[in-house]
């Protein structure tokens, strides 16, 4: 089919042009003495993304999945009990992994499209007297749902508790995109990965962690190798890494940071609501409604629920099949119910205008009823309007 496939799933998202030609490089000694001019400023200018000046940043070559385990069996010991809440295939995937490593799981179960309880946590953790949770786990956004937590409510109801607990967001479709602030909000582990915000290819895991999480590396018990952050800090103070890094991916992730820093965190968190917002508008216009419940939505990722009577799943091969555009499933029990828009990393308003177009022919083809232009025109107007 001419002309390009048109990705708008929640990751990976877009590689901005820039971005590609920086890692079109030559393959270079990563044992050389100038080795560390590249890894150094990279570790330093990734505290600002993650808004930290007392923390450490990583970078793994891995994914975020990867980041979960990280954050876990560097801290933790085997048997210690861990709080998670499921409110998505993400959640859910993190709380499976907490089992199969051999933690202490409580979950506790959330409706799909609602975010972190935050007065159920604060209670929950004031009834722990004993101390006996050791890791808070949060899903900042949670992709599967299109679901926004605020960790700052988060830290707060840990506080509020007297709880000492470490706090550990995944912030893999929020970080880069979505406000974040390591420091002021308490968060002893913040896991990202390369492919959403940070506009790269899947391959790395990005962290950071606060003094409190490094000084637990020092005691913790699980077995750990490849993923030990031990080793990371022992090779980074010098401007190495305990193995082969990506050159690709590593002069890719500074020509990111070098987009992300000029446009400032700020003015990026700004653009990813403003383009949500257009989406939201295009979605209320079609009489179609959110996964995420008021209040929790996702300026990264949309999930959009059909009629009853429709499958959501005709909704993607369409698009996919036809007009070349690229939407992301519903996962595990959203399947079928819900399409997901992703618009993060390397967006504007015509792009995404494009986009919605490509999902009302798409929804048209599949017999859901929607005015043609309805959604388009409701985003249009709010771009319009809202433009610089
Ligand atoms: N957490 C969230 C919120 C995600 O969206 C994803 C992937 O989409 C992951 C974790 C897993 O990351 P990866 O696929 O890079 O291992």
């Known amino acids: 089919m001419a002309g390009r496939n048109h990705l708008y799933i929640p990751g990976p998202t877009n590689v901005p042009v820039e971005i590609m030609s920086a890692m079109n490089v030559v393959m270079e000694d990563h044992r050389s003495p100038i080795f560390p001019n590249l890894l150094k400023p990279i570790l330093q200018d990734l505290?600002?993304?993650?808004?930290?000046?007392?923390?450490q940043a990583f970078y793994f070559p891995a994914t975020g999945t990867a980041g979960w385990e990280i954050a876990l069996t560097n801290t933790l010991n085997p048997g210690d009990k861990v709080l998670i809440y499921r409110f998505g295939q993400f959640s859910h995937l993190w709380a499976q992994m907490c089992k199969r490593l051999g933690l202490n799981v409580e979950v506790h179960e959330v409706t799909w499209g609602l975010g972190i309880p935050v007065d159920k946590l604060e209670a929950r953790l004031k009834e722990d007297t004993q101390h006996e949770i050791k890791a808070v786990l949060a899903t900042h956004n949670e992709t599967a749902t299109g679901v926004t937590s605020k960790i700052g409510d988060v830290r707060k109801a840990m506080d509020a508790a007297g709880h000492p607990a470490l706090l550990f967001v995944d912030g893999v479709s929020s970080i880069a995109s979505l406000d974040f602030r390591m420091d002021e909000w308490g968060v002893d582990g913040a896991i990202s990965g390369s492919q959403k915000g940070f506009m790269l290819p899947a391959g790395?895991?990005?962290?950071?962690?606060?003094?409190?999480?490094?000084?637990?590396?020092?005691?913790?018990?699980f077995p750990r190798c490849f993923l030990d952050l031990t080793d990371q800090m022992n090779n980074n103070k010098d401007g190495y890494t305990p193995y082969t890094p990506s050159i690709p991916m590593l002069?890719?992730?500074?020509?990111?940071?070098?987009?992300?820093?000029?446009?400032?965190?700020?003015?990026?968190?700004?653009?990813?609501?403003?383009?949500?917002?257009?989406?939201?508008?295009?979605?209320?216009?079609?009489?179609?409604?959110?996964?995420?419940?008021?209040?929790?939505?996702s300026n990264t990722v949309s999930a959009v629920v059909v009629p009853a009577d429709k499958d959501a799943r005709d909704v993607i091969s369409i698009a996919f099949k036809k007009y070349n555009l690229s939407l992301g499933g519903g996962l595990s029990e959203l399947a079928g119910k819900v399409f997901r828009i992703g618009h993060m990393g390397d967006m504007n308003d015509v792009s995404l205008?494009?986009?919605?177009?490509?999902?009302?022919?798409?929804?048209?083809?599949?017999?859901?009823?929607?005015?043609?232009?309805?959604?388009?025109?409701?985003?249009?107007?709010?771009?319009?309007?809202?433009?610089?």
Request: aromatic share 8%.
């Open 353 to 388: 205008l494009g986009a919605l177009a490509g999902v009302e022919m798409a929804m048209l083809d599949a017999g859901i009823d929607i005015k043609p232009g309805s959604g388009v025109a409701a985003a249009i107007e709010y771009y319009r309007s809202t433009a610089a």
């Open 204 to 221: 790395a895991a990005i962290l950071a962690f606060s003094q409190k999480a490094l000084k637990a590396t020092e005691t913790a018990t």
């Open 251 to 297: 002069y890719g992730l500074r020509k990111s940071l070098d987009m992300l820093l000029a446009e400032g965190m700020d003015n990026v968190y700004a653009r990813h609501f403003r383009l949500a917002e257009g989406v939201r508008k295009a979605i209320a216009a079609w009489g179609l409604t959110l996964c995420a419940q008021p209040g929790f939505e």
């Open 47 to 55: 505290k600002k993304v993650f808004r930290t000046e007392t923390g």
